[in-house]
């Protein structure tokens, strides 16, 4: 290699590092989703403990998990409701009930086009069930990880951000902390879900995007428990909004008051589907609102 090329070569390393995290390159162009008038929505759906996130250009529909079992007919519900006949792409980001619990209703009332996953495994039945009717109805079957990116339609693109090889392990919860953690870009418009991530991957995010994190609209990692929102990763992702995805009077006491307090230090606007109902975020690409299901 001679001297040009390795600065050149140098040089598109760099870049990856800077902008790793980042949006550059996604302009929007994109015709309205019909339901909204705006050429991306995104709903957090208001499906009890869990997360359910249906993501909508005028191209395509994806599906960032599926809540829990108790929640899968107000799942189906709400997504018929929107007048969506497929899902083009169903993305688990780790094999926890409240993730995975509503799959299969999905599979039983909507053709699924792929499903992407973190290549975590459970031994879960839930989990095994799951498997199986991708393997019986032969779905399209990928895995995620850090540096990939799906195409939204429109110039809307979903980066993922995380899980990183080699798997965090020896943590709390590696299911957790190997989430697949996924940047909606839309023009000046972005807004990170962070799955469950906890404070191990919100380091190492924070790490390797820095900066670039930044994000006008955050998806809470894990339902605001206090394993997760470190101040280093608020700092960097520095979101105008946050949108915490729980359960009225859940078990688990989400979302910690700490986690509230931290949020509201950063000044970050807070809103959470148990008191809000469905969060529904739409953007033009370059200014974005999020409207309350209950006012
Ligand atoms: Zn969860």
Do not use: W
């Not at 993730?99 to 039983?108: E, K, M, N, P, T």
């Not at 191990?200 to 990692?221: I, Q």
């Not at 807070?270 to 370059?286: F, K, W």
């Amino acid at each position: 290699m001679n001297k040009t090329y390795r600065i050149l070569a140098l040089a598109l390393v760099v870049l990856f590092a800077v902008f790793g995290g980042g949006c550059s390159g996604n302009q929007p162009g994109a015709q309205a989703v019909k339901s909204s008038g705006a050429p991306l929505a995104v709903k957090v759906l208001d499906i009890g403990q869990g997360d359910a996130i249906l993501i909508r250009t005028a191209e395509r529909t994806v599906l960032v998990d599926t809540g829990d079992t108790p929640s899968r007919e107000k799942l189906v519900s709400y997504i018929k409701k929107e007048g969506i006949a497929t899902i083009d792409a169903l993305i688990i980001t780790h094999p926890h009930a409240d993730h995975i619990g509503g799959a299969q209703a999905i599979f039983d009332n909507f053709p699924v086009k792929q499903v992407y996953d973190s290549g975590q495994v459970s031994t879960s039945n839930l989990y095994k069930q799951y498997l199986s009717i991708i393997e019986r109805k032969k779905i399209p079957f990928a895995l995620l990880e850090a540096g990939g990116q799906i195409e939204l339609g429109g110039g809307a693109a979903l980066k993922v951000l995380a899980p990183e090889k080699p798997f965090i392990s020896g943590s709390d919860s590696d299911l957790n902390n190997n989430s697949i953690v996924l940047k909606i870009c839309f023009g000046n418009f972005s807004m990170l879900l962070a799955a469950d991530a906890e404070k191990e991957a919100e380091t190492r995010m924070v790490k390797r995007y820095g900066e670039t994190l930044k994000s006008s609209v955050l998806k809470a990692g894990h339902h605001g428990s206090s394993s997760s929102s470190t101040l280093g990763f608020l700092k960097a992702v520095a979101p105008e909004a946050v949108i915490i995805s729980l359960g009225t009077n859940n078990d688990y006491h989400h979302p910690h008051p700490s986690v509230i307090k931290r949020y509201n230090q950063q000044k970050i606007a807070i809103y959470r589907t148990d008191t809000d109902g469905t969060l529904t975020v739409t953007s033009d690409g370059s200014t974005y609102t999020i409207k309350k299901e209950k006012q």
